[in-house]
């Protein structure tokens, strides 16, 4: 199972919108509705900051949004606060019970 | 409080084995799919295996099937994680995490596991 696509950074001032692109295939992120999203700061573990492709876990702020078109999921960062600098990683249920990360987007807030 | 521990990690030669463990408390554990996920030096994260709320189903990714073995005890909320005949590229980080919703919702740590001569 190849890993989803995503790129290895992106970047915004405070206050703005960032988008991180997550692309698999019909096996995996167009497949399901099964893409989660993940923070994690250096040296921390991950943290779950949306599932089920939109949905956000209590205590997650709405600034963080997720959407699914096709292959491609999203995650948009909007209103950029310095503490949303971290890398983030996508998710996929792949079926046959198995699941697939993507490489991950290291965030820098400008 | 939510939480998982993991215990166990160290230096083992190729072709050692290790067993990691996984202490959860704050949560049902016995009614929860878990998970191991792995982490390499600066890379990105990779889904490891998968054991059943009951332990009756276990799947693996195939870098590690064969090798490795996933198992719990419900009746101590422990999940443990088996690792034989380890190889260099098994060298990560290894997190347990609760599965939820096709997602990983509860993470521990992580415990280091380093494979070398």
Known sequence: QSALTQPPSASGSPGQSVTISCTGTSSDVGGYDYVSWYQQHPGKAPKLMIYEVTKRPSGVPDRFSGSKSGNTASLTVSGLQAEDEADYYCNSYAGSNNWVFGGGTKLTVL | ?117
């Open chain 2, 1 to 117: 409080e939510v939480q998982l521990v993991e215990s166990g990690g160290g230096l083992v030669q190729p072709g050692g084995s290790l067993r990691l463990s996984c202490a959860a408390s704050g949560f049902t554990f016995s009614s929860s799919s878990m998970h191991w996920v792995r982490q390499a030096p600066g890379k990105g994260l990779v889904w490891v295996s998968r054991i059943y709320s009951d332990g009756s189903d276990t799947r693996y990714a195939d870098s590690v099937k064969g090798r490795f073995t996933i198992y719990r005890d419900n009746a101590k909320n422990t999940l443990y994680l088996q690792m034989n005949s380890l190889r260099a590229e098994d060298t990560a980080v290894y997190y347990c995490t609760r599965g939820i919703s096709y997602g990983f919702d509860i993470w521990g740590q992580g415990t280091m596991v380093t494979v070398s001569s």
